[in-house]
């Protein structure tokens, strides 16, 4: 009995997991997007009401454009720390002007300079798939 038991215990707690699982991908937050895409090279539009969150990169590969809207007079924005060591460089394009910015430190950001123009954050992955989810936190400062 106790045997049944214990099968019990661990289909459920599987059970609880794979719900969990489920309802953190199938968010629907346009702050926190999640990426599913068969193509290397994906891209994000970060919502005008949107001050930070999170960017879900299932399957990182290439490259990950995500682009911010100017919609105040001045701002910056940033990436934080991103744990997955599969994203390997980070540019800024402003203006068609590309340059690479490091890497964040664990509990840092990087950031562009203030601006009053569209921002593009090209994240750049590995070129063959080595892990399942890279999650890129981004935050948008009013600098005005």
């Not at 629907?28 to 990426?35: K, M, Q, R, S, Y």
């Not at 990950?64 to 800024?92: M, P, S, W």
Request: with cysteine; glycine share 4%.
């Amino acid at each position: 009995m106790e045997g049944i038991q214990s099968i019990i215990w661990v289909s459920l707690f599987l059970l609880l997991n794979v719900i969990t699982v489920n309802c953190r991908l199938n968010t629907t937050d346009p702050c926190n997007p999640v990426l599913f895409s068969k193509r290397p090279e994906r891209n994000v539009d970060i919502l005008d009401d949107c001050s930070n969150g999170t960017v879900s990169w299932h399957y990182p590969m290439a490259f990950l454009n995500i682009f911010f809207t100017a919609t105040v007079q001045e701002y910056e924005v940033c990436i934080g720390h991103i744990a997955d060591k599969a994203v390997r460089k980070i540019y800024e394009i402003i203006d068609g002007v590309i340059e690479e910015l490091p890497l964040p430190a664990k509990g840092e950001e990087i950031c562009t300079l203030p601006t009053t123009k569209n921002v593009t954050m090209r994240i750049v992955g590995p070129r063959k798939f080595t892990t399942y989810t890279a999650y890129i936190p981004y935050f948008i400062y009013d600098m005005s």
